[in-house]
């Protein structure tokens, strides 16, 4: 068994976000594993547990990506490569699932590819099933348990979360799964792992390693232009704070709604 | 003929998604600003009786669709092969989907057959120098980018749900409707849904007018039977903060905020929330913020427009007495 962990270095969730002339700033919150790919790579941890063989984190981004992909090793993956390449920057979701595609195809025997639902920074969840798309593999998107899996029969039977409730699906391997979060606890690093992952040498691929066509990454191969980016409008004032009993409350806030038409 | 400007059609157990419906309305009104032919809708399933006519009162000028077994259910792989066969043969400029699991799945998908642009989660939608320019939330909503494609054709975007207002129905609109074949056969679709587990009479979170949440402040599973009451006497769907769900009091699904779900009703009611930056990422698009905490000083008031500073399990019971009353139940 070979699965892949796709994870993304993103600013920390409780990060105050900012814009300072027109790039995107976090003040001095941590970089930190996007956290919806913290489920991915427990989720592959235990089916390693389980099933035995290796489980390969991938990161797509700068030099500083490394520390995100030596979380991945002290909470227990066995290896780590980092997908870095000045002409990689400026990627889109098409870009970037072109180049992820090509180093899958590198590895040579991946049985399943992991992603967390999404990135929060980009928030647009495309690269997981762009990838499926270019490896010619089934999605698996909003994966919230893995009922079984047989890598000799190369099939999955998976509970997929969506809008109505969950779908209970069956599919052939290799596959592409997007996690939700409650598919698992994630574990943290472990004091050995913490040691293991120091002392990990983590190599980096180039755009040339993985034989990407430069005129598919980065800039040249991104169809989407993102021209400005800015701080939300702030929403006027505080609360209108509204006091009484209980019920002088309860009559006072049913007149405000049913006025404003909310109810 | 198909026109410039499209519309993936979604539905489930032959209901019509909230969000494509949105969608119709939004392409109606892009149609306009773009000067465009008309508005195409996509329309896949089985057995799917007056669906089309419906979409046509809802805005589209043609449907094409493609009612066949194979296509009963939303699978990524068959809808995402003939959205691409038919955009390959009539060349749309524009494909627009409501930004549902389906519909980003979908249109992520499609970007890769079609080389092209996709844009997920917009929220506003103009047309300037032959693009149509899109407003999207960035780091679970903490800032707004705008975003369009390059030359590439089409532009695929799926819309948030409840970002654009739903049409009104006109019965008296007029339209084609126009059989299309699907592109997969069963046998070659590796993906087989076998069951659904649903959450029975509740309303989803996705589509609701209103949303009652608790978080830390009820205290336990038990403490959500107010916000249940609540939630039933408005008809609205129940939510929870990550401090509720983590403590393993109300399902995952229920999760609102930057690790569950986005949110943007007319009316939410956040009881025993504090408001963590995390979980206003998920509902602070909310027309309306009712805040009921015991701690005055909690950062959702500074979101909310009505605020509460008093004992939920004395307030929640008399608003659902109140509004019981008022609404004839």
């Known amino acids: 068994m070979h699965v892949v962990v796709c994870v993304k270095q993103t600013p920390d969730s409780a990060a105050k976000m900012g814009v300072e002339d027109g790039k995107v700033t976090w003040g001095d919150a941590a970089l930190i594993v996007n956290p919806w790919d913290e489920y991915s790579i427990e989720e592959a941890i235990r089916l390693k547990e389980k099933h035995g063989g290796k489980v390969t984190a991938i990161s797509m981004g700068p030099e500083s990506a490394k520390e995100a992909l030596k979380t991945c090793i002290a909470m227990g993956c066995d290896e780590a490569i980092l997908l870095s390449d000045p002409a990689l920057k400026g990627s889109d979701a098409l870009a970037t699932s072109y180049a992820l595609a090509k180093a899958i195809e590198k590895m040579g025997d991946v049985d399943m590819v992991f992603f967390g639902k999404q990135a929060i920074d980009g928030d647009t969840g495309l690269v997981p099933v762009a990838v499926a798309r270019r490896l010619g593999w089934t999605p698996l998107t909003y994966t919230i348990k893995l009922v079984e899996l047989d890598f000799a029969a190369k099939t999955v039977k998976a509970e997929r979360l969506l809008e109505q409730g969950k779908q209970v699906v069956t599919a052939k391997l290799p596959a592409v799964v997007g996690t939700v979060k409650d598919i698992n606890e994630p574990r943290y690093p472990s004091f050995m792992g913490i040691r293991k992952a120091a002392k990990a040498a983590i190599p980096i691929w180039s755009a040339a390693d993985i034989g990407a066509d430069p005129a598919k990454i980065g800039g040249p191969g991104s169809a989407m232009r993102w021209p400005k980016v800015y701080p939300l409008p702030a929403r006027e004032g505080s609360a209108e704070m509204i006091d009484g009993t209980p019920e002088e409350i309860a009559v006072k806030l049913a007149d405000k709604l049913i006025a404003d038409k909310v109810i | ?329």
């Open chain 2, 1 to 329: 003929m198909p026109t410039k400007l499209w519309v993936f059609i979604e539905q489930f157990q032959n209901v019509l998604a909230q969000s494509s419906l949105e969608a119709l309305g939004e392409a109606r009104r892009l149609n306009a600003e773009m000067s465009g032919d008309g508005v195409t809708a996509l329309l896949c399933g089985h057995n799917l009786g007056g669906l089309a006519q419906d979409l046509i009162a809802h805005g589209a000028d043609e449907v094409l669709l493609a009612d066949d077994a194979s296509l009963a259910e939303f699978r990524a792989e068959p809808y995402t092969t003939l959205l691409v066969q038919l955009a390959q043969t009539h060349k749309p400029e524009v494909i627009l989907a409501g930004a549902t699991t389906r519909g980003r799945d979908l249109l992520g998908m499609a970007s890769v057959d079609l080389n092209c642009g996709a844009i997920a989660d917009a929220i506003a939608l103009t047309y300037a120098d032959g693009k149509v320019q899109a407003t999207r939330p960035v780091y679970a909503g903490k800032l707004l980018s705008t975003v369009m494609c390059d030359e590439r054709r089409p532009q695929l975007i799926s819309l948030r749900p409840r970002a654009f207002p739903k049409p009104e129905p006109d019965a008296a609109r007029t339209g084609t409707v126009t059989p299309v074949a699907p592109a997969l056969p069963e046998e070659s679709i590796p993906l087989k849904v076998v069951d659904y587990v649903m959450e029975q009479g509740q309303v989803s979170l996705a589509d609701a007018k209103i949303i009652v949440s608790g978080g830390r402040g009820v205290g336990g599973p038990e403490g959500f039977a107010p916000v249940r009451e609540l939630a039933q006497a408005l008809g609205a769907a129940v939510g929870a903060s990550r401090a509720a769900v983590d403590a393993g009091w109300i399902p995952y699904a229920h999760q609102v905020g930057q690790t569950g779900k986005t949110v943007g009703p007319d009316l939410y009611i956040a009881c025993g929330i504090s408001g963590a930056i995390q979980h206003q990422a998920g509902m602070r698009s909310s027309k309306t913020i009712v805040a009921i905490n015991k701690d005055a000083e909690a950062p959702i008031f500074r979101l909310a427009r009505y605020g509460v500073a008093g004992d939920l399990f004395k307030i929640v019971p008399a608003l659902t007495a109140e509004f019981k009353k008022r609404l004839g139940k």
